[in-house]
């Protein structure tokens, strides 16, 4: 059984902060990683994908990739109230096919 | 570049009716899947169309259906609706090539209540 695993939160961190966002998939063979970020009553948007192992920087956002662990976090620097939402993993685990499993989701509250 | 884009953007509906979703992918995107987002079951996927064909399925009954024309729209089809089937339906398109293969890009979704 296929399992993308994040902690559901509420995640609360004072404006200004680091917040770190983990996620654990359960199949070692997992191909393309992904973090979006839902608003409520709004659509997923995707932030950052990840391919290989290692960091991946993009503005305030950093994704890191670890296969041997099947883990995959998301840092965001200087954290805003803007950032308050939910923040969705996402595991692409085929080969020249597009179904991603999502995680659950971890709510993220930036408090001013 | 304009985003995807679905119709219509709410729906209601009752049981036994039936459903047809619509979807436009961003400009050039050969790839179209569609999702299902419940608050008990989160974002599950459905089905991804590409080329025209089915290249993959999620595990829903036969009930939920789709197609895709050759300019790349898509539309997905629920027949015999069931309250169960209430949700927010996402649409998400792919560019299938280059360095940002898998990367999927939603549009804002069709809100289906059944009553």
């Known amino acids: 059984q296929k399992e993308v695993e994040q902690n559901s939160g509420p995640l609360s961190v004072p404006e200004g902060a680091i917040a770190s966002l983990n996620c654990t998939y359960s199949d070692r063979v997992s191909q393309s990683f992904f973090w979006y970020r839902q608003y409520s009553g709004k659509s997923p948007e995707l932030i950052m994908s990840?391919?290989?192992?290692g960091d991946k920087e993009d503005g305030r956002f950093t994704a890191q990739l670890n296969k041997a662990s099947q883990y995959v976090s998301l840092l965001i620097r200087d954290s805003q109230p803007s950032d308050s939402a939910t923040y969705l993993c996402a595991v692409n685990w085929q080969t020249g096919a597009n179904n991603l499993f999502f995680g659950t989701g971890t709510r993220l509250t930036v408090i001013p | 570049k304009a985003g995807v884009t679905q119709t219509p953007r709410y729906l209601i509906k009752t049981r036994g009716q039936q459903v047809t979703l619509s979807c436009s992918p961003i400009?050039?995107?050969?790839?179209v899947s569609w999702y299902q987002q419940t608050p008990g079951q989160g974002l599950q996927f459905l089905f991804e169309?590409?080329?025209?064909?089915?290249?993959n399925k999620g595990n829903f009954p036969g009930r939920f259906s789709g197609r895709q024309f050759s300019n790349s729209r898509s539309e997905m089809n629920v027949s015999t609706l069931e309250l169960g089937d209430s949700a927010l339906y996402l649409c998400a398109s792919s560019p299938i090539t280059g360095y940002s293969t898998y990367e999927q890009y939603f549009g804002p979704g069709t809100r289906l209540t059944v009553t």
């Open positions: 990840i391919y290989s192992n």
């Open positions: 169309y590409f080329s025209e064909t089915q290249r």
């Open positions: 400009s050039g995107h050969r790839s």
